[in-house]
């Protein structure tokens, strides 16, 4: 599943779609077990840097 254009439900990964335990720390465990959607998120990350005055620390 490709990356969603927004985010809607925050108990399932933006990234490929799968249900998430928490939005939270169960987002991060996924992160760190999904390398596909760790790329995506890392890509998302470096898209929205400049964004935020002064940088984003999430």
């Known amino acids: 599943m ?3 254009e ?3 439900d925050p108990n399932q990964c933006p990234f490929c779609g799968q ?3 928490s ?3 169960g987002f991060v465990r996924h ?3 999904s390398e596909a959607c760790d790329g ?3 890509v998302w990350r470096q ?3 400049d964004d935020i005055r002064g ?3 999430g």
């Open 55 to 57: 940088g984003w620390s």
């Open 31 to 33: 992160l760190d077990e």
């Open 40 to 42: 995506g998120y890392s």
């Open 6 to 8: 927004t985010w809607t």
């Open 2 to 4: 490709a990356a969603s």
């Open 47 to 49: 898209r929205i840097a």
């Open 19 to 21: 249900e998430l335990p």
């Open 23 to 25: 939005p939270g720390e």
